[in-house]
T-cell receptor, first 114, second 115 residues
C-alpha cells in the first residue's frame, strides 16, 4: 500500500523555467512533509519541509505548497538550474507517532535541459 | 566535519552468506535508521533505533538484523534469509532533541550485490 505517491517518474524542464514536482498522499494522519534531493550513488539531502498547519513554505528558489483537502503537495523550483538535475523524493511523517518514521514516495527524476 | 559514514561503498556477497553493513555517525544523534532503495521505488524502512540498546522493526525487516550497542553505531546484517538482498542501502540519523520536525541526515549508501 503506497501511502505516498509520486506519479511522474521523470520530468524534463528547460533551464531557467519553473520545475513543478508533485506528490500525493493517502494517510490523513500525516502532518509533516519533507522533500529530499538525491544524486546517483549518494544519500538524499534535505531540501525543504512543510507542516500541515501551513499551505506554503519558501526557501530561496524552492517553494513547497500543501493542499490538505486534496492530500497533495508540490515542490516548485524557479528558476531551474542544471545542478537541480537529480531524483526528488517527497516524504511524510506522523508527528504524534513518536518515532519520526518517514514514509517516502517513489521519486521523480528531474532533468534540467541547458 | 560531522556526518554519517557508511562502509563499504560497494559490497559483494555470495549466496548463503551473511554480510554486515557499517553505519557510524558523529552527530550525537539519538535516532538512527536503515533504508533500502530498489530501482523505481522509494526508500523503505528496514529497522530504526531511537536510543541505545533499543531498536524496532520497520516495514521490511525480514531477513535483516541490527544492533545498537553504541550511540554512534548502527550496523545492519543482511542474513541468508533475505531472498533478494541486491539493493542500495542507506543509513540515516536524527536529532530527536530538536523535535520531530527535524530532517533525517543520510549517509552516502552501500550498494550490495549478489555474486
Amino acid at each position: 500500500d503506497q501511502q505516498v505517491k509520486q506519479n511522474s517518474p521523470s520530468l524534463s524542464v528547460q533551464e531557467g523555467r519553473i520545475s513543478i514536482l508533485n506528490c500525493d498522499y493517502t494517510n490523513s494522519m500525516f502532518d509533516y512533509f519533507l522533500w529530499y534531493k538525491k544524486y546517483p550513488a549518494e544519500g538524499p539531502t534535505f531540501l525543504i519541509s512543510i507542516s500541515s498547519i501551513k499551505d506554503k513554505n519558501e526557501d530561496g528558489r524552492f517553494t513547497v505548497f500543501l493542499n490538505k483537502s486534496a492530500k497533495h503537495l508540490s515542490l516548485h523550483i524557479v528558476p531551474s538550474q542544471p545542478g537541480d538535475s537529480a531524483v526528488y523524493f517527497c516524504a511524510a511523517l506522523r508527528s504524534n507517532f513518536g518515532n519520526e518514521k518517514l514514509t517516502f514516495g517513489t521519486g521523480t527524476r528531474l532533468t534540467i535541459i541547458p | 566535519d560531522g556526518g554519517i559514514t557508511q562502509s563499504p561503498k560497494y559490497l559483494f556477497r555470495k549466496e548463503g552468506q551473511n554480510v554486515t553493513l557499517s553505519c557510524e555517525q558523529n552527530l550525537n544523534h539519538d535516532a538512527m535508521y536503515w533504508y533500502r532503495q530498489d530501482p523505481g521505488q522509494g526508500l523503505r524502512l528496514i529497522y530504526y533505533s531511537q536510543i541505545v540498546n533499543d531498536f524496532q522493526k520497520g516495514d521490511i525487516a525480514e531477513g535483516y538484523s541490527v544492533s545498537r550497542e553504541k550511540k554512534e553505531s548502527f550496523p545492519l546484517t543482511v542474513t541468508s534469509a533475505q531472498k533478494n538482498p541486491t539493493a542500495f542501502y542507506l543509513c540515516a540519523s536524527l536529532n530527536r532533541d530538536r523535535g520531530f520536525n527535524q530532517p533525517q541526515h543520510f549517509g552516502d549508501g552501500t550498494r550490495l550485490s549478489i555474486l
